[in-house]
């Protein structure tokens, strides 16, 4: 049973690119978190969602971040026009009933030059 | 507003000896609290956790206890191994939103052979 899978494992953007982060949940889990750790910090709540829907994006910066979770495939973090601040590693989580405990993927490492 | 503070960046601790890693958080409410192991480019992965109807939960060489007055948990490790060498975060699940997990800033633990 193979465990949350993130591609990239390593991103390179420049400034005003586009970062698309993809996040496969576990077998049979239908809820997914991102979270962000930016260097020297601990892991930060960005988004979850569960299928076709967003539930919580308290997380998330107000522009250029969007996140989402279709019906078919993985679930997507799309970063548009990073800047250098977007530097951080990015770990997707998922779980299969709510109260459980979370189950993360490696993360991506995403480096903005 | 941290509602789940880890104060020691860091631990040193010789191989055989006890690893104590302490958390504090702010709301009485909070009923469950795990905590998370991370080794470098990788991803979290769940260690244990307690219920607050409990004070104490065991798992091998992994003890968490519980201070409910004192809003603290600890996680004690006995005896340290080498491989336990990682950042280890205290986290709560946030029932009032999706259970989201908040985590601490971590604490960064070093065993030396």
């Known amino acids: 049973n193979a465990g949350v899978m993130q591609n990239p494992r390593h991103l390179v953007r420049r400034r005003g690119q586009e970062a698309r982060l993809r996040c496969s949940p576990m077998?049979?889990?239908?809820?997914v978190y991102w979270y962000r750790q930016l260097p020297e910090e601990g892991l930060k709540f960005m988004v979850y969602?569960?299928?076709?829907?967003?539930?919580?994006e308290s997380g998330m910066p107000k522009e250029r971040f969007s996140a989402e979770f279709p019906k078919e495939g993985p679930s997507i973090l799309r970063i548009q026009q990073v800047v250098r601040g977007d530097s951080a590693a990015y770990f997707c989580?998922?779980?299969?009933?709510?109260?459980?405990?979370?189950?993360f993927g490696n993360g991506t490492r995403l480096t903005v030059t | 507003d941290q509602q789940v503070k880890q104060n020691s960046p860091s631990l040193s601790v010789q191989e055989g000896r006890i690893s104590i890693l302490n958390c504090d958080y702010t709301?009485?409410?909070?009923?469950?609290f795990l905590w998370y192991k991370k080794y470098p480019a990788e991803g979290p992965t769940f260690l244990i956790s307690?219920?607050?109807?409990?004070d104490k939960n065991e798992d091998g060489r992994f003890t968490v206890f519980l201070n409910k007055s004192a809003k603290h948990l600890s996680l004690h490790i006995v005896p340290s191994q080498p491989g336990d060498s990682a950042v280890y975060f205290c986290?709560?699940?946030?029932?009032?939103?999706?259970?989201?997990?908040?985590f601490g800033g971590g604490t960064r633990v070093l065993v030396k052979p």
């Open positions: 986290a709560v699940p946030i029932k009032a939103a999706g259970n989201k997990l908040t």
């Open positions: 709301n009485s409410m909070f009923d469950y």
């Open positions: 307690i219920s607050s109807i409990k």
């Open positions: 077998k049979g889990h239908s809820h």
């Open positions: 969602l569960q299928k076709e829907n967003i539930i919580d």
């Open positions: 989580a998922s779980v299969g009933t709510e109260g459980s405990p979370l189950h």
